[in-house]
């Protein structure tokens, strides 16, 4: 059974670099979407962004051009970076599996395994 | 973005109870919704995918349907396990946008 287990600082000094990982155990990376979804403190969830195995991705405007992922298969993990972070990212982050499924129409998406997720404070 | 409008904000309910969620969307999206469940300090869980689709291991009571670009989520009859906040999220454009959520409280 796949498990996500996500990594990374606590704490990210304002205007620097929020780095996160998410290890994948228990079944293969090579296939479906990996998911960043954030919470902020007693607030709702937001999509940050997916990478697909084979590298394509795709992110929320609403970060612009501060947000990046990437995977490595070799390490059976995939990478958060989010730049220039204010106190606004504080946030409990949560990687996840997106799974694709096909019908005669296309395809129904669902996440189906998360990460435990971990708090990152933006604070000096 | 599609606008994910989520009613209501919460709600009080009793054990027993039949409980019901509501999304709209703000523009059409097929039946590309999923529900998800969260309870405090846990990542959240599917229940729901393609709007109707209950996930392998959801209880039952647990149901979706769709009418146009409304969509529901039914809990048949509420069980102490089932307080916890409420996601529609769809699926059908990116970005991927979640409703505001619905926190289901004891009475």
């Known amino acids: 059974q796949v498990q996500l287990q996500e990594s990374g600082p606590g704490l990210v000094k304002p205007s620097e670099t929020l780095s996160l990982n998410c290890s994948v155990s228990?079944?293969?990376?090579?296939?479906?979407?990996w998911i960043w979804i954030r919470q902020p403190p007693g607030k709702g969830l937001e999509w940050l962004g997916y990478?697909?195995?084979?590298?394509?991705?795709n992110y929320n405007p609403s970060l612009k051009s501060r947000v990046t992922i990437s995977v490595d298969t070799s390490k059976k993990q995939f990478s958060l970076k989010l730049t220039s972070v204010t106190a606004a990212d504080t946030a409990v982050y949560y990687c996840?599996?997106?799974?694709?499924?096909?019908?005669?129409?296309?395809?129904?998406?669902?996440?189906?395994?998360w990460g435990k997720g971990t708090t990152v404070s933006v604070s000096s | 973005a599609i606008q994910m409008t989520q009613s209501p904000s919460s709600l009080s309910a009793s054990v027993g109870d039949r409980v019901t969620i509501t999304c709209r969307a703000s523009?059409?999206?097929?039946?590309?919704l999923g529900w998800y469940q969260q309870k405090p300090g846990k990542a959240p869980k599917l229940l729901i995918y393609?709007?109707?689709n209950l996930h392998s291991g959801v209880p039952s009571r647990f149901s979706g349907s769709r009418s146009g670009t409304d969509f529901t989520l039914t809990i048949s009859s509420l069980q102490p396990e089932d307080f916890a906040t409420y996601y529609c999220?769809?699926?059908?454009?990116?970005?991927?946008?979640f409703g505001q959520g619905t926190k289901v409280e004891i009475k």
């Open positions: 996840a599996r997106e799974r694709a499924i096909g019908y005669h129409l296309g395809y129904h998406y669902f996440m189906d395994v």
């Open positions: 228990g079944g293969s990376i090579s296939s479906d979407y």
């Open positions: 990478i697909h195995y084979s590298g394509s991705t």
């Open positions: 999220l769809q699926d059908c454009f990116y970005p991927r946008t």
């Open positions: 523009q059409g999206i097929r039946d590309d």
């Open positions: 393609a709007a109707s």
